[in-house]
Each structure stands twice: as C-alpha cells, then as structure tokens.
C-alpha cells in the first residue's frame, strides 16, 4: 500500500486542523516556510508567518486553497512564529485560534474572527488573557459550550508555566512524577476569553494513575485534540520525542481521559500533528510529514481513513507503510 499524497503540493502544509463547516472540509494548517533559521530543540527553524484555509467537497477531489486568511504583519501582539492553528465555528461566526510569539518571546494564543469558514480573519489586539504556551485546539461540546485546549514541551515552553507564572530555567521537564499536563479552559460565549480557570488535561492508565513524566512513550508532548465519538470524549495528542500521536478516552471535556493506545507510529520528520474529524459518514485523520522535502520544517498534509472497533479504539482503515 503506497503512502498518502498531500492534500496541496504548491505550498508547505503542516499541524491540519480539519473541521466540517457548511457541508464542505476546510483545513486550517500552518504554513511552513524555507528560512536560514539553523534547526534546534527549541523549534526556531519553524518560522511561519501567515495562514491559508484550504477546502474540499470530498476526500481525495481537488482541494482550493483560500489565499492568506490572516498574517503577523495585522497582529499588534506577535513578534514571530504563526504555529499551529484551529478553527471554530459559533453563533454564525468563525474563529481562528492561534499560537505566536508575543513582544517579549513568550508564546500566547490569539484569536480571529470572521464571517466565513474560508476568512478572512481579523485578529484581536490582545491575545487571549491567560493563555500561554502553544497548539490550540477547540472543541464544540453539543450543548454549545466551547473549550480550548493548549500546550506543548521544549519549544512549545509549557515546562516553564509549571507554577502557573513563565519561569526561566535550562531544562525544567521533569524527569520523574506527574508527567506535564496539556491545558484546558472553557471559552466565553463570543469565544475570545477563557470562561474557566484553566486545568490540566489529566491522561492516566488503566489503573488511575496519572501518566508519568519519564514514560515518553505515552506522556502528553504537544498537538492536542478533542473529538467525541459515541458519547466518549477522545483526547489525542503527540508524545513529542517518541513521535506517535497517541489518545485517550474519557466521560468529560474536561477529563480525566484514560489511555487508549496509539493512532499513528512515526511519520517521516520530527514532527507529528493532527486532527480528527468526521465528513460524509467516515472519520479522518489529519496529519503531516516530510514526505516531500526531506526537511523536518517544511512539511505536507495527508488525510487517512480511521475506524472504530466495538472498543471505541481507533485504527488506521489501511495499514501505515513502514
Ligand atoms: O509547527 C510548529 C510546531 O511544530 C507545532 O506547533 C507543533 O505541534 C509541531 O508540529
């Protein structure tokens, strides 16, 4: 079985965050760019500064790419680095919610609103108060009430936020106890403020233990998501330098979710991120890899099918070439 070709070729795609507006699929990724930035842990080399919406009738038909929808030069806050970014829809409005690196080199999560799934988006002149860290994901719970989740390790900074304020320290990922938890907080009604404390993301084992910091096959890295199947809230994630995008399952938005195994095993580049979503009956996975340029900061959206067993566990619909 050959691998995925990218859903776009004519611009580097990574991090999809894809959802179902108005009957079509829109993809709401970053927009990796070639820059002179030397790679390291801390992610520098990943050095984007815009976001295109992509959008398709169906799985595997042509994909239109929307244009620029929003760029650091229109957002007061950013200094640089447009990571990976969500969409939501509420109200009759879109938001697009977005990581970046304030004046100070601190990452926050701004948010944009606009008319269309497609955009454009217009950035508020704040970022949201008390967010921090990276990779927002929203979700719309069907009550309406609208959470977000953040964070990520290393680059991402969340292992500076551990006392709930940035502290500057070498290499604080601990290396023993709780691992580091993803963030989480419910949105206001117009979606541009936390309406809840923000709490950690809770991923325990089967025994209700929570995941340990030193078990980097399964501890929370970076790139969080929330779906719901069958009245279970699934949360999925990357385990960051073990590069599998692992979930678990749990009752509650807010958790806590027990692991529930692996969705995806290494993809080629450091890097893996994804989204799930449900279109026309089937459910995708959303990801990305550096299939097309070898470069671990210039990558390429794939979509596969996944299915569900009796379990609720989730598998490839197709076997991942080795
Ligand atoms: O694209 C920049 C960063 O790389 C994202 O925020 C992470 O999830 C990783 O994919």
Known sequence: MA????????????????????GKLYVYPSHDRETDIKSNDNGDQYDMNDYHVFSMEEVGGPVTD?????????????SKQLWAPDAAAKNG???????ARDKEGIFRVGVAEGDKPEGPFKADPEPIKGSFSIDPASFVDDDGQAYLYFGGLWGGQLQHWATGQFVTAKDPEPTEGP????????????????ASEVQDVVIQDEAGKPIDSSDHDRRFFEAAWCHKYN????????TGDTHY?????????LGPFTYGG???EPVLGWTTHHSIAEFKGKWYLFYHDTSISGENHLRCVKIREIVYDEQGKIHLAEPQPK
């Open 3 to 22: 691998d995925k070709k990218p859903i776009v070729t004519h611009v580097f795609t990574a991090d999809p965050s894809a959802h179902v507006f108005n």
């Open 66 to 78: 929307h244009g620029v929808v929003l760029k650091q030069d229109d957002i007061p806050w950013v």
């Open 93 to 99: 409005k879109f938001y697009l919610f977005f990581p």
């Open 179 to 194: 691992a580091l938890s993803a963030k989480v907080a419910k949105l206001s009604e117009d979606m541009k403020s936390f």
């Open 231 to 238: 009245g279970k809230y699934y949360f999925s994630y990357s």
């Open 245 to 253: 995008l692992a979930y678990a399952i749990g009752d509650s938005a």
């Open 262 to 264: 692996r969705i995806l």
